[in-house]
């Protein structure tokens, strides 16, 4: 079975456990974010989730990304452009950090073993406890310093 379609599923139970009601609209919902590979904020998940489910309201899509961040399914993200976008938090013990382009606004992904073994010998040397961290480098990404090049 898919991955997302695992995770999707696994949100909808945890969230029906917890006595939240199952609807065709909060699934729609759930099922446009988890299916996205994107960071989304609640405009760009609206104008997906309405295409899914007609009658989707954005309150309806702003409240179930808040419930899908306190359960701990999602994660809210700052790049600093004025939103707040939503990631997706299928593996919370995998740490990932961001390039953000100042320019296109394009989102890199990655994970750096070296960034982590950093952050537990700060952590021992200080008897610091870390719960997560963000790391978040703004910048100009390849394509945008392509076109750059191009024009100068």
Not at 41 to 46: G, M, R, T, V
Not at 52 to 71: C, N
Not at 114 to 120: S, T
Request: net charge positive; charged share 35%; aromatic share 10%.
């Amino acid at each position: 079975m898919d991955r997302k379609l695992i995770f999707k599923n696994k949100i909808i139970s945890e969230l029906d456990k917890k006595g939240f009601r199952n609807s065709p609209k909060r699934n729609a919902i759930i099922s446009a974010f988890v299916s996205s590979n994107k960071h989304l904020n609640a405009d760009e998940l609206y104008a997906i989730a309405k295409k899914i489910k007609a009658g989707i309201g954005f309150v309806t899509v702003y409240r179930t990304l808040k419930l899908l961040v306190k359960y701990g399914f999602a994660r809210e993200v700052d790049f600093k452009d004025g939103f707040t976008r939503y990631e997706i938090n299928d593996e919370p013990s995998v740490q990932h950090d961001h390039l953000i382009c100042i320019r296109c606004g394009s989102v890199i992904e990655f994970k750096d073993a070296e960034i982590e073994r950093l952050k537990d010998k700060a952590s021992r040397d200080t008897g610091f406890a870390p719960i997560f961290h963000r790391l978040e480098i703004f910048g100009i990404c390849k394509h945008c310093s392509k076109k750059k090049a191009k024009l100068g």
